[in-house]
């Protein structure tokens, strides 16, 4: 029960590693709101573990600001923030088309921003809290054809460091986890990169690349969030932890 008596709000709740780390934190003795675009998703997921669901885009300032107001009027306090939203596409700079790139960097980036900006006050009133965002080890090294997402994680480890030492003297910490090849549900939906084939190929050719030669499962992701969310890092502000299976070792 690390998270008895506290407060969470994850965004992006529905699925892969929200849904995980939902679970988690309730199980931890967390209270906790989650968001998501998917209005069947989110009941089904708020039923499994007793969180409220608030569906939101959180590409849309308004529906940012409306998640933010109803998490606090059903918990009365926001400990924890988990920037948990975002899309994966790829292409490299010439691939990209324009409207990928925004949409992108408008939720990988420009959302964390605004949730976190919306989040702070009502931390700073309470004395306190934890903001994780979720990274990717493609943010700590360059990705063959994800150029939009990569830059995206890139630019999430910055905005973690920048907003820890900012905050810092406020009690508030910032820290990002940064994983690696995670298997989620997507990939048995669309695909990986929106390429088709076989999944059990996929697993296996992503996994080969590893040095611990597997992928990783959300539920992995989601202690190591718990970790970061939880008084166990209480001395760890503006870090990036990566959860990669050693990739960025390599």
């Known amino acids: 029960m690390r998270l ?4 969470a709000l994850i965004t992006g709740g529905t699925s892969g590693i929200g849904r995980a780390t939902v679970a988690l934190f309730a199980a931890e003795g967390a209270r906790v709101v989650f968001t998501g675009r998917r209005a069947q998703l989110g009941a089904q997921v708020a039923r499994e573990t007793g969180a409220q669901f ?15 107001a109803a998490a606090l009027a059903i918990l009365g306090s926001i400990d924890i923030l988990f920037n948990n939203a975002g899309i994966v ?11 990928d790139w925004e949409a992108v960097l408008q939720l990988n980036v420009t959302a964390v921003w605004r949730m976190s900006r919306l989040v702070l006050p009502a931390m700073r ?9 979720n990274a990717s080890d493609w943010g700590l090294v360059g990705a063959p054809n994800a150029l939009a997402y ?5 630019a999430v480890l910055q905005l973690t460091r920048s907003m820890a030492l900012d905050h810092a003297r406020e009690n ?9 090849d995670t298997q989620v549900e997507r990939w048995q939906q669309a695909g990986y990169h929106r390429d088709g084939g076989d999944q059990q190929e996929l697993l296996a050719r992503l996994g080969a690349a590893l040095p611990m030669g597997r992928v990783g499962s959300v539920a992995e992701i989601a202690r190591a969030v718990l970790f970061l969310a939880c008084d166990d890092s209480s001395f760890m502000t503006g870090a990036a932890l990566p959860v990669d299976g050693g990739n960025t070792a390599q």
């Not at 849309?60 to 998640?67: D, F, K, L, N, T």
């Not at 596409?89 to 409207?99: D, H, I, L, V």
Request: glycine share 14%; with cysteine.
């Open 4 to 7: 008895a008596n506290k407060t």
């Open 54 to 68: 608030v569906l939101a885009d959180h590409s849309s300032i308004p529906e940012c600001e409306r998640s933010v």
């Open 89 to 99: 596409m790829g292409g490299t700079a010439e691939t990209t088309s324009e409207s």
């Open 125 to 133: 009133k309470a004395g306190g809290g934890v903001i994780v965002n």
């Open 150 to 154: 990569s830059v995206s994680k890139g």
């Open 172 to 180: 508030i910490r910032v820290n990002a986890i940064c994983p690696g």
